[in-house]
């Protein structure tokens, strides 16, 4: 069991946060996050046999999608994925026709990696460096 900020137990027991990104196109994004990104469908859900939601892992790390209208918010969320070894992840992707530029490194000390994503997110993995201190 973790803490909470205040120190004491926490009870609920939160474990993960799973981001919601909103879709023009469900089966597409699907597409780009497992054939593209190496992401697995864990889950879909819609009415009357069509997917309107997905949600998909790698690791520890779990995404929604959700086709429909987006709040006009939606754009403003920014995904950063934690990752073992930015720099493969940059040759998988690149093996799997992902169009990616090679990692950087930022001032404040992360490997990172931008994908571009279909729908216009903000996704981004990254591999702490001996500068970092966060």
């Known amino acids: 069991m973790g803490e909470t900020a205040a120190g004491g137990p926490d009870a609920a027991g939160v474990r993960a946060v799973w981001p919601l990104l909103w879709v023009r196109d469900l089966e597409e994004a699907i597409s780009f996050w497992t054939d593209g990104l190496g992401f697995s469908l864990v ?3 819609g009415p009357a046999g069509r997917r309107d939601w997905a949600r998909l892992t ?6 929604m999608l959700q086709s429909g209208a987006s709040p006009s918010h939606s754009s403003a969320i920014v995904l950063y994925f934690v990752c073992e070894d ?12 992902v169009p990616v530029e090679p990692p950087t490194t930022a001032s404040y000390g992360m ?5 571009p994503d279909p729908e216009g997110h903000e ?3 990254e591999t702490p460096t001996e500068a970092w201190n966060g």
């Open 58 to 63: 790698r690791g520890g790390a779990s995404v």
């Open 86 to 97: 930015v720099d493969a992840l940059y040759a998988e992707l690149s093996d799997r026709s």
């Open 43 to 45: 889950g879909a859900d």
């Open 123 to 125: 996704i981004w993995f």
């Open 111 to 115: 490997r990172q990696l931008r994908v």
